[in-house]
């Protein structure tokens, strides 16, 4: 991509609900002219100047019930525009509706629902999905330090529907901090990102995170799970109770060192700086008089391979990518249907190493983003100063077998194609995994996808994966988002 060009801006598109305070006037003056006269406003003079008693009266009484009916309609249209369940909006009183999952403008999927709210948020606030993904990223950092967090490493690939490009986004090649870990550059990744695609401003989407660091967040399951296999060494007295014991669903847990961090990275002027304060410190808590080494990350090209159905575009090496293209390769060259939906390989109990999140819009623009500590809780080292978890080194050959997120566009002939986003987590069977979600998808025809696109979300054979798969999708000019297992991760949209 042209790396001269700015920002990605993408129309804000008006919302139903929350109506301003002029058109509710305009609603009420409809429906009664004279509701601003107040009362004992004359409506009409005798020719003595004054009002006739009786005519008065009647006039007032039938004011007042116009002003009752007014207000009876209003609060019924409003008491139907809030928010239902979790996971879903309630549609605008046109009568017009969708089954969850499906959205007019735009929608996030993330395994924790404080961050799918959170970027939601950001979505409504008129950002686009970059700031959705990256504003979800950093929560997930505070709330599921298990996966990932600040000092993880990070894939991601965003699509553009204005300009039809496709980005990689990686954190750089592995580099040592100190002997078994490996040198953070969660921040100057997601920064970068932000800074070439990105519409609100940076400072906005360290709000939520910081605020969670700072004032707590609740336990919830998946953490809870981690901890208890896990243990708590070298986790205290962050995530345990002051007898020792892990935290447990429901308990809530604050991080104010990495509150400060995300503080001081919501002020730094340029993605180089974005991370120094984290790497000063850190260096200062292993002994270090200064970092040996500088985070690397880089935006280029993505991978794609041309199919007949359109054009599949991925992560470059190190990352499972390349390994990803080529097993689509063949199984969409070979044209033998699989007789086992559930390869061997996928069915071995795997603890996912990884964290994944995806965010669309209506228009087709989508950012995948995948990242690992390398196992759980990484190296186990939390840092003092910066309460940051460290992921374990990984040498430079070594491929991140779990990142391999995927797009897919349908053929440019076809205007109403779709646009299709896959990731998914669970080493080292995702590649299998997404070639298999992959194939289904493109195995049905047109005309059965749109239907299915308005049926409610069903389990499929994906469901025999360990990990997790996320796939979101454009689908006539409505944002559709679902995971595997089927409700496994939260998802918000408008």
Known sequence: MDSAAGPVHYQKLLLWEGLESDEKEERLRAADPHFWRLPGTPLGRNKAGGLPGARARLLTALLLLAVGISLAVRQLQTSGSSTGSFGSVAPPPTGHCHLPGVYHHGAIISPAATCSNLGRELLVAGGNVVDAGVGAALCLSVVHPHTTGLGAVFWGLFHNSSSGNSTAMTSGPAQMLAPGLELPATLPALRLLHTRFGRLPWPRLLWGPTLLAQEGFLVDPPLARALAAQGTKGLCPLLCHADGTPL???????????????????????????????????????????????????????????????????????????????????????RAPSTDPCPPLLQAAKTPVSSILATIDSSGSVLLLTSSLNSSFGSGYLSPSTGVLLSNLVTRSATSAWACPLIFLGSPDDTEADVLGLVASGAPSVTRAMTSALLRHLAVPQTQAQHQHQQEPRESPSACVQGTLLQVTAHAEHAHVSSVPHGCCPFQGF
Do not use: C, K, Y
């Open 248 to 334: 447990g669903p429901g308990s809530r847990a604050t991080n104010p060192r990495l509150a400060a961090v995300l503080h001081r990275a919501a002020l730094a002027p340029t993605p180089d700086l974005t991370g120094d304060t984290l790497l000063s410190l850190m260096a200062s808590d292993l002994g270090l008089e200064a970092p040996s080494a500088e985070p690397m990350p880089s935006l280029e090209p993505a991978l794609q391979l041309s199919v007949p159905q359109g054009i599949l575009f991925t992560t470059p090496s190190p990352s499972a990518g390349p390994e990803l293209l080529a097993l689509l390769e063949a199984a969409l060259h070979s």
